[in-house]
């Protein structure tokens, strides 16, 4: 479902896209629905694939590294260059099947009114999708709908993930440095929560809290396999954490769910939050995860709803006293299974 969701964002986004340039065919021109969809959508693709990091990620970085001054000229210099790359290829399509009977030269150029109407409404498009990967893509729509206007009684699971010797660290190298440190593993989670169809809800210090309704967690054991995503793609990049940080991220995991109060708070700034025990309790089994010596813990009853990975094995700590909550709570490690030689 969240990957026909994704693929959703993308078809209203391109409908999105190729609207304006049919909009501006007929404002400017009085017609020729297909030749403006057709430009636009040649010409804000590039665009749009550079923002989302499927072209030049590296460029990308960087620019998005600069003060402010220095990231909106670049910035708009790149999507200049980007527009007439993506209008030449267009022009050229529609040039050499017919479609628009003029000369070559006059199907590649880009008018200045042109170029300026198509970076107004890719500036507008990236707006948004800053906003909404600013706040989370579900919390995005979820502000929007007001769903959460009114307290709602649901139930979730959270998975909440402490970075190991982050204060050492930032001891050793500084807070610039460890700030930039921790940048990077959150960019690292980013990619295996989405997989898995999870939503990361919030950052606090060095920790991440990531959450699901209940029933995606549970289906195919989302939120085990996301840990364990998230570990080998820490390890597959392993020299390149020791190259340029000295260091390889160790974590702590902490897997819970049940029932929790979702609601709208804030007046200036709006966000989504989630109230109960399983929030809490989530919060202490991760620094039982210290105590006890486990990296991946996970509550026997959330373990028991679901079934576990090929190659994760399950063992059972034991009923354990958790500080804020009247009854024991059961403990489960996980840990993946011994390769075979």
């Known amino acids: ?44 693709a590039p665009i749009l694939a550079f923002e989302r990091g499927y072209i030049m990620p590296g460029l990308a970085r960087r620019i998005s590294m600069l003060p402010t001054p220095a990231y909106i000229f670049i910035g708009l210099v790149v999507y200049a260059v980007l527009v007439f790359c993506g209008f030449g290829l267009g022009g050229t399509i529609l040039w050499a099947t017919g479609v628009f009977p003029v000369s070559w030269r006059r199907a590649v150029h880009a008018e200045m009114q042109t170029l300026l109407f198509t970076l107004g409404v890719c500036a507008i498009i990236v707006f948004i999708m800053r906003v909404r990967e600013l706040l989370g893509r579900d919390i995005f729509i979820d502000l929007i ?19 190991v010797g982050s204060t050492s660290f930032a001891e050793t190298h500084g ?67 020791l190259s340029r940080f000295g260091t390889v991220p160790k974590l702590r995991f902490a897997i819970h769910g049940g029932p929790v109060i979702t609601a ?58 958790v500080k804020g909550r009247g009854q024991t709570l059961g403990v489960c490690a996980l840990s993946r299974t011994p390769v075979a030689a």
């Open 264 to 321: 709208e708070i804030g007046v200036d700034h709006h966000k989504i939050t989630y109230f109960g025990d399983t929030v809490n309790t989530t919060a202490r089994l991760e620094s039982l995860s210290k105590m006890l010596g486990y990296p991946v813990l996970i509550s026997s009853d959330l373990a028991h709803q679901l079934l576990l990975p090929k190659g994760v094995k399950s063992e059972y700590l034991g009923e354990h006293a």
């Open 1 to 44: 479902m969240r990957k026909l969701l994704a693929m959703l964002d993308y078809v209203v986004l391109f409908l999105a896209v190729a609207g304006s340039g049919v909009a501006y065919a007929f404002l400017e021109y009085g017609g020729g629905a297909l030749i403006g969809a057709t430009y636009a959508l040649f010409a804000c």
């Open 145 to 163: 709908l007001g769903r959460y206007r009114r307290p709602v009684s649901e139930e979730r699971v959270f998975l909440f993930i402490d970075l």
């Open 175 to 241: 807070d610039l440095r460890a700030q930039e440190y921790l940048g990077e593993l959150f960019s690292t989670y980013a990619g295996p929560v989405r997989r898995h169809g999870g939503v990361i809800d919030d950052y606090i210090g060095d920790a991440a809290i990531i959450t699901w309704p209940y029933h995606l967690a549970i289906r195919r054991a989302a939120c085990i396999n996301c840990v364990f995503d998230i570990l080998t793609t820490i390890e597959n990049d392993r020299a390149a954490w």
